[in-house]
């Protein structure tokens, strides 16, 4: 007698994006409470974060509890990472870009910071944010099988973390360039690759994923009218190129989740619970189409079509 198939499931690709990346959890809330099983975990930055959570210990309430019971301790108001443009209201407009991107920081000093140091903010404050989030232990050792991307700035490519020390693969994926330090880990200097890959699809399917939900952060471009410098223009220009990058990123998936998440600036931690409920909102509009697909559907159009035509490039190196 012939063994059953095996149970479809589900390859989850985590985009980056800071705080929006709170967003995550409600989507693995909705996908487990509707037992939509997932059979690896792809991450990048705050992707890396929250999936590596997950991985560990797939149960979302949980850890939403948790996430949102450390992002009200002293512990996390002491890495001072929640910003107010000094002088403006709540939720006014921010008309320039570096003024979204240095949210609180008085302009000046933040531009001596990026030009004299490596950074604006200490390598030690990821770490502990890291550190309180997703705690000590190793990637090849989660419950369910995870891999962080990173960016490699020495050698000039995109690498895949798959084994080794969680903590710091997963601050290494988080470290924005010249926001967090890079991180040095085996003989690699690593930073965040979300500029060059938000949503890393591609490394799913080389890592043999079949069904392919990716979820994205960064569905929109919010209009911005006035560029007073040149590293407004620099910035715009980033994150109009990884907006773009991201789209075609999208086309690679068979199913992709976009939690609505409006102009909301990537250290912005005024209302937690409602990015988490995005997330959730946005997966919730996705269980049929992933089901069906789950229950007999073929590599969908998605996937296909969004590759035809158009070169798949090198997949990322494997550390480990």
């Known amino acids: 007698m012939q063994n059953p198939p095996p149970t479809p499931k589900l390859t989850l ?3 980056g994006g800071g705080v929006r990346g709170l967003a995550h959890l409600g989507v693995l809330e909705v996908l487990e409470e509707e037992d939509l099983p997932i059979e690896r975990i792809v991450g990048t930055s705050a992707g890396a974060i929250i999936g590596s959570m ?3 210990r797939p149960v979302a309430a949980p850890l939403i509890a948790r996430v949102l019971e450390f992002l009200s301790s002293s512990a996390f108001r002491r890495l001072n990472l929640k910003f107010e443009l000094e002088g403006r209201s709540a939720g006014a407009p ?4 570096l003024d979204r991107i240095l949210h609180g920081l008085k302009r000046q000093l933040a531009m001596e910071l990026l030009f004299r140091r490596p950074s604006i903010f200490s390598g030690d404050i990821l770490r502990r944010l890291v550190g309180g989030l997703v705690g000590d232990g190793h990637i090849d050792e989660t419950v369910i099988p995870l891999f962080i991307t990173a960016l490699d700035l020495v050698e000039g490519e995109e690498v895949l973390l798959r084994d080794g020390d969680l903590r710091s693969a997963v601050v290494a994926s988080s470290s924005v360039p010249g926001f967090f330090p890079p991180v040095e880990r085996e003989g690699k200097l690593l930073s965040d690759a979300g500029l060059i890959n938000n949503m890393p699809v591609q490394i799913a ?6 069904h392919v939900v990716g979820v994205s952060l960064n569905a929109s471009v919010e209009r911005i009218e006035e560029f007073p410098t040149g590293i407004d223009v620099i910035f715009r220009s980033e994150e109009i190129g990884t907006k773009l990058f991201n789209d075609r990123r999208k086309k690679e998936a ?9 102009g ?21 509009e996705k269980v049929a189409e992933i089901r069906e697909r789950l229950e007999g559907g073929s590599r969908g159009s998605r996937g296909e079509q969004g590759r035809a035509g158009e070169s798949r490039g090198e997949p990322a190196d494997a550390e480990g």
């Open 13 to 15: 690709v985590l985009g």
């Open 54 to 56: 997950y991985a560990r």
């Open 94 to 97: 921010r008309t320039s870009l």
């Open 205 to 210: 399917r080389d890592l043999g994923g079949e």
């Open 254 to 262: 068979d199913i992709v989740i976009e939690p609505a998440l409006g």
């Open 264 to 284: 909301l600036y990537w250290l912005e931690f005024r209302d937690p619970a409602a990015v988490i409920e995005a997330g959730a909102v946005a997966a919730r």
